[in-house]
């Protein structure tokens, strides 16, 4: 399908994002992010979920004001 967007490029989407979130001060909601990139929190949820684990990208994410994922620095 032309225009349809790859979880690879949904990944490359949600690091360019994330660059700019680093420090829980800095964090970020999955319903933001599905807000920016128009994908699901669930697949969102995922793709970070990948980040961390496959590509040992330092992602946390914060249940505490401000909530959300963010870089750690």
Do not use: C, N
């Not at 800095?26 to 961390?52: D, E, N, P």
């Not at 496959?54 to 870089?71: D, K, N, R, T």
């Amino acid at each position: 399908m032309a225009g349809r967007r790859t979880r690879e490029d949904l990944k490359k989407e949600l690091l360019v994002i994330l660059e700019q979130r680093q420090g829980p001060e800095q964090a970020i909601t999955a319903g933001r992010l599905t807000q920016m990139t128009g994908a699901s929190s669930r697949v969102i949820r995922k793709v970070i979920s990948r980040l961390v684990t496959e590509e040992q990208i330092p992602i946390a994410s914060s249940v505490h004001w401000p909530y959300g994922f963010f870089l750690i620095r």
